[in-house]
């Protein structure tokens, strides 16, 4: 969002201390590998976090939520896509290894980077994977044909673990 400094309320905004990027992208940089991590300096309180974990036999059909910032959605006054936060929830299709597919989520522009949850049995929600990209059917990208997702796979599940006991 494009707001003048003096409109900036510093307690409504994080600031990050260290950022990593998953090693696949410098090497592929595809959407299944579309996957970084950010620490924060500053804690927000217990409703700032969710849990991660990873999960191999989920199967077609399966429910995720997510938050994000897409450029199609909602204008704040003076023209600006995408600074409200639009929350949807639909079901995935398809899991291969390292990414997720919906036909059914609509995230645009501005939703990457999005947690793709789903509450476990307890109603905690649990992060499953980051949205990375939308997957057109043609040139001009006007025609959105599937969503794709960077899953929390085992690897990165430990890898995720590692980082965030440093």
């Not at 409109?7 to 409504?12: G, H, L, P, T």
């Not at 995935?92 to 290894?97: A, Q, R, S, T």
Request: aromatic residues 16%.
């Amino acid at each position: 969002c494009s707001q003048k400094v003096s409109q900036i309320d510093a307690n409504k905004y994080y600031t990050v201390s260290d950022s990593i990027v998953w090693v696949g992208y410098n090497d592929d940089p595809e959407a299944a590998n579309d996957f970084a991590l950010l620490r924060f300096n500053n804690n927000r309180g217990p409703h700032d976090s969710m849990n991660f974990y990873y999960d191999d036999s989920l199967t077609s059909g399966q429910v995720f939520h997510s938050v994000g910032y897409p450029t199609d959605k909602y204008e704040t006054p003076g023209g600006n896509h995408g600074c409200t936060p639009y929350e949807q929830t639909c079901a995935y299709k398809e899991f291969y290894g390292d990414e997720q597919r919906t036909y059914e989520c609509d995230q645009a522009h501005g939703a990457s980077g999005s947690a793709i949850w789903k509450y476990n049995n307890q109603q905690k929600a649990v992060i499953y994977g980051i949205h990375s990209s939308t997957v057109y059917t043609d040139s001009t990208k006007t025609i959105p044909w599937y969503n794709v997702d960077a899953r929390i796979t085992k690897l990165r599940y430990d890898w995720i673990c590692a980082y965030t006991k440093n």
